[in-house]
């Protein structure tokens, strides 16, 4: 797997794109440096954390953007905030997703079992799902989350923040310059579908936003 990174330069600024591997079917997570601000994490691993801190001087990070609350992008927030003193920005959306990120897993496996329990899925099947769903809390950990508002001024230039709910009701992407950041709003193989974060309150995921 290619953990590598690389630098754009858009004249202004130098942009850093760093790969990170996960643990998941997914494969590995682009984060992205400018300035004194890091765009997502990557999750709670020993192998991403190596990459990370080789790859950024993290004590000369401020700011923490979060697009969305998937713990293969925020899941070494804390360790980010712990090592740096940054501020860590999410949607208000998404908010609870990092302050109370064990609780959140086990209240949406709550909802996601009785889903398929009326659905009819077999208890083999339902039992494999729970372990699953339930290992995703040793990828990340609760920390303090600030609420991101329209605009980011970093010591590069404005972050123009654009809510885009469909991957998580909190996702977003950044704008900055002519560089957009899509986070999962955007992917090369599979559709950004809400499987981990689901709606289930009678309506469809799309009229919920």
């Known amino acids: 797997m290619n953990t590598g990174h690389f630098i754009v330069d858009t004249g202004a600024v130098k942009i850093q794109q760093i790969q990170v591997p996960t643990p998941f079917r997914v494969g590995p997570v682009n984060i992205y440096l400018f300035g004194d601000t890091l765009i997502d994490t990557g999750p709670l691993t020993p192998s991403a954390l190596e990459i990370l801190t080789k790859a950024v001087d993290l004590t000369s990070i ?8 998937h713990v293969d992008h925020h899941g070494l ?3 980010v905030k712990h090592l740096s003193g940054c501020s860590i920005l999410v949607h208000q959306h998404d908010q609870a997703l990092l302050t109370e990120y064990s609780d959140q897993i086990m209240q949406k496996l709550s909802a996601y079992r009785v889903f398929l329990e009326k659905a009819g899925l077999s208890e083999r099947m339902l039992s494999s799902f729970v372990e699953i769903y339930t290992s ?18 970093t010591e590069a230039g404005t972050v123009q923040v654009i809510h885009t709910p469909g991957h998580t009701s909190g996702s ?8 957009l950041f899509s986070g999962d709003t955007l992917l090369p193989t599979i559709s950004t579908n809400p499987s981990m974060n689901a709606v289930f309150d009678g309506r469809c995921g799309l009229t919920s936003y």
């Open 62 to 69: 401020k700011k923490l953007l979060i697009t969305h609350g």
């Open 172 to 179: 977003v992407c950044f704008l900055f310059d002519d560089t």
């Open 136 to 153: 995703y809390r040793q990828y990340g950990e609760s920390c303090d989350a600030e609420l991101l508002e329209k605009n980011v001024h």
């Open 77 to 79: 927030a804390c360790r």
